[in-house]
């Protein structure tokens, strides 16, 4: 199945990516994860993508389209994918569109996951993380630490990432209302987008958007 994931920041999306491509064996392809590796690689798009980033300006869509074509072409992805991350405004899926149809393939569905938006600020904007191991995230209502402000697995100081402060977060989905929700339109006149409810636990929302997919079986 070649798969679009798509949802606001907070929506789960990473988490749902990786277990999604596990359950259908496809590859999870993410947009952090290729630029990484590009850069990491000095491949010839990470070597541009890096100049923009260090000068301060967003990567054109050319570059970040450039590295999804690369790696769709590779062997894993013969079968299908699961992006997430891109595209992220319509001239990314319209080249994206261009891409498959040049191939000869076409999109399977169109994963739209669904989340209030106090719900994403509120799970935002809880979060609180570790200053010795970032990976020992906390949230302030979801799962507190036993002490306020304390890590119960390393007892450090637990802060709020400047990224996840409530004006942060509400400014991160205007973007994704301005920029990448239109998307959505662009595949709904396509007939591809599955929209399911990103609520609940995560195993939950995995196995709603396997029976979205029709994959329930896999
Ligand atoms: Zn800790």
């Not at 798509?6 to 259908?24: D, E, I, M, S």
């Not at 970040?64 to 991350?85: N, V, Y």
């Not at 399977?108 to 970032?134: F, H, M, Q, T």
């Not at 100081?157 to 004006?167: A, K, M, N, S, V």
């Amino acid at each position: 199945m070649r798969i679009v994931l798509v949802g606001p920041p907070g929506a789960g999306k990473g988490t749902q990516a990786a277990y999604l491509a596990k359950n259908l064996s496809i590859p999870h392809i993410s947009t952090g994860d290729l630029f990484r590796a590009n850069i990491s690689q000095g491949t010839e798009l990470g070597k541009a993508a890096k100049a923009f980033m260090d000068a301060g300006n967003l990567v054109p869509d050319e570059v970040t389209i450039g590295m999804a074509k690369d790696r769709m072409a590779q062997p894993d992805a013969e079968g299908g994918f699961l992006l997430d991350g891109f595209p992220r405004n319509v001239s990314q899926a319209e080249a994206l569109d261009e891409s498959l149809k040049a191939d000869g393939q076409k999109l399977d569905a169109v994963l739209d996951l669904e989340v209030p938006e106090d719900e994403v600020v509120k799970r935002i904007a809880g979060r609180r993380i570790c200053r010795n191991d970032s990976s020992h995230v906390f949230h302030v209502a979801y799962s507190a630490p036993k002490q306020e402000g304390v890590c119960d697995t390393c007892g450090g100081e637990l802060y709020q990432r400047g990224d996840d402060t409530e004006e942060t977060v509400r400014r991160r989905l205007e973007v994704y209302h301005a920029e990448t929700e239109p998307i959505i339109d662009h595949y709904k006149a396509q007939g591809l987008v599955v929209t399911i409810s990103a609520l609940g636990k995560v195993t939950e929302v995995t196995k709603r958007a396997m029976e979205a997919l029709g994959r329930s079986d896999a």
